[in-house]
């Protein structure tokens, strides 16, 4: 299976498990991390890039601006907004409030629309 494909399902397997209201919230605020990586990853893959892990997202998505074109900063931006000031608070602490959660939703919606643009809709 081409790492697309693998990308492409490992983002809809965590996306379902995010949707999961029957879950903690944190557990799903990670699950919509680990989804938001892996569709970021796949349109990567597509484009025969590797990006390996999200610590390297904004640095591929730079040195490959081909890959979402005028769109390459809104998607490391929001990235990186869910990364290092979303995430955290679920991933570490129980600093987080009902404002989080629908916050780390909005951008990984703005995520979600421009890599389902580049990867076709599939």
């Not at 040195?63 to 955290?88: G, M």
């Amino acid at each position: 299976m081409s790492e697309f494909k693998v990308h492409l399902e490992l983002y809809t397997k965590f996306k379902k498990d995010a949707e999961n209201k029957k879950l903690f919230e944190g557990t799903r605020v990670e699950a919509y991390f680990l989804a938001t990586f892996h569709l970021i990853e796949a349109c990567a893959a597509k484009e025969r890039i590797l990006i390996n892990k999200h610590q390297n997202v904004r640095r591929a998505i730079e040195e490959n601006e081909f890959i979402f074109k005028d769109e390459s900063e809104a998607v490391w931006r929001n990235f990186q907004i869910i990364e290092n000031q979303l995430r955290p608070k679920f991933a570490y602490s129980m600093s987080w409030s009902a404002v989080d959660v629908r916050k780390f939703y909005e951008h990984f919606q703005i995520i979600e629309k421009i890599c389902l643009k580049v990867i076709g809709n599939v």
